[in-house]
C-alpha cells in the first residue's frame, strides 16, 4: 500500500510508521473494534472533497454504541480531524480509515476497562475490485445472522465472515463471493452491496440481512431521480442470476459491474445500460459536476 506522512492516533498526528499499538490490543484478539471506509475525491475544479462525511460518521457512531464504546469525541470533533487528516497529507483523492478499538489493558473478553483508542488513517487507494467487469462465486458460508450479531454496524470481528468469502471465491478464480442470508436468499458483496436490473427496474436485497450502504443509498436517489424504479425486496440467487445487468456498490468498490455469478453470464456479459448510467452520474457526482448532490461532498 502507498504511504503518507501522517496518521492521527488519539488526538495527536504521528508519522506514518510510528502508528503503532499493542500486541495485547484487546480488539487484535477479539474483532472488537468498529470502522469506516470513505473515500475523498478530486473534484472537477481541482479542490477535494470528502465524499458522504456525515453519513459515515453517523453509522461510525451507531456502530461504536453497539460495542458501548463511550467516545471522547463529538461527532463534529471526528469529522474536523478526518478532513485535518486529509489536508495534512496532502493528498488529492483516496481512503480514508477511521477506526475505534478496544485496545490495551484489559485481557477478558468484557473490553470495558481497556484503552479505547481512536485513529484515522488516509492512503491513495485506486480501483477496489481491480477489474472493469468482475466475476462473482456463491459462498460456501453465509453472511452473519442478524441474530448473531448487530450487522448494521461495521465491527471489525464481522469481517471474518467476510474475508473467508472472499478467499474462497478468489481460489476458485473468481474476482470477489457473494454471501447468501440465513434462508439462502440474497445479501451481500464480502464489502459491497448488490444490485440487479430486471426490465429497466432495479432490484437490490431489503435491510435486514446487509449493511446499509451509503453508495446503496445513492444510487436508490440517483435511480429515483432519473424515474429509474428502486425494488426492496426478499431477492432469491435464481432471480438474481436471471437478472438483466448486476452490479456491486461500496465505497472501496464504487459501482462495479458483475459479467457473470457463478457459471452464470449475467445478461449479456456487457456492463448494461441502466447500470451504465448509474455509474456515469455516480462518478459525476463524487467530483462534483452534478449540483442536485454537491450537498454529498465536504471539501476539505
Ligand atoms: N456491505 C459490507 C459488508 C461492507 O463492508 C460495505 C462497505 N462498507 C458495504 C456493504 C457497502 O457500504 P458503503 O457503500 O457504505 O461503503
Known sequence: ????????????????????????????????????????????????????????????????????????????????????????????????RPIIFYGYGKMGLNPIGADLDVCIAVWPWGSYLGEEMITVKTSSIIRIHPKSSETKAKIT????????????????????????????????????????????????????????????DCIFKIAKDNSIEVIEKTLSLDELKAADEAFFTGTAAEVTPIKQIDETIVGNGQT??????????????IHGKIDEYSDWLTYV
Do not use: C
Not at 454471501?179 to 440487479?196: C, K, Q, R, T, Y
Not at 429497466?200 to 435486514?208: A, F, H, V
Not at 445500460?273 to 457526482?285: S, Y
Open 1 to 96: 500500500m502507498e504511504k503518507v506522512d501522517l496518521i492521527w492516533m488519539n488526538g495527536k498526528f504521528i508519522p506514518w510508521n510510528e502508528a503503532k499499538i499493542h500486541v495485547l490490543s484487546h480488539s487484535l484478539h477479539y474483532g472488537s473494534g468498529v470502522f469506516e471506509g470513505i473515500r475523498f475525491y478530486e473534484t472537477h475544479d481541482g479542490r477535494t472533497a470528502v465524499f458522504r462525511l456525515n453519513e459515515h460518521v453517523d453509522r461510525l457512531f451507531f456502530s461504536a454504541k453497539a460495542m458501548q464504546m463511550d467516545i471522547s469525541y463529538s461527532k463534529q470533533e471526528i469529522s474536523e480531524v478526518i478532513l485535518e487528516t486529509v489536508r495534512k497529507n496532502n493528498v488529492k483523492s483516496g481512503y480514508i
Open 157 to 216: 470481528g464481522h469481517y471474518t465472515n467476510s474475508i473467508q468469502a472472499n478467499q474462497e471465491a478468489v481460489n476458485a478464480g473468481f474476482n470477489e463471493a457473494l454471501l447468501l442470508d440465513f434462508e439462502g436468499n440474497v445479501a451481500e458483496g464480502p464489502g459491497e452491496n448488490i444490485f440487479m436490473v430486471k426490465n429497466g427496474s432495479l432490484i437490490t436485497p431489503k435491510e435486514g440481512n446487509i449493511l446499509i450502504g451509503v453508495t446503496r
Open 272 to 285: 448494461g445500460q441502466v447500470t451504465n448510467k448509474l455509474k456515469t452520474l455516480f462518478e459525476e457526482a
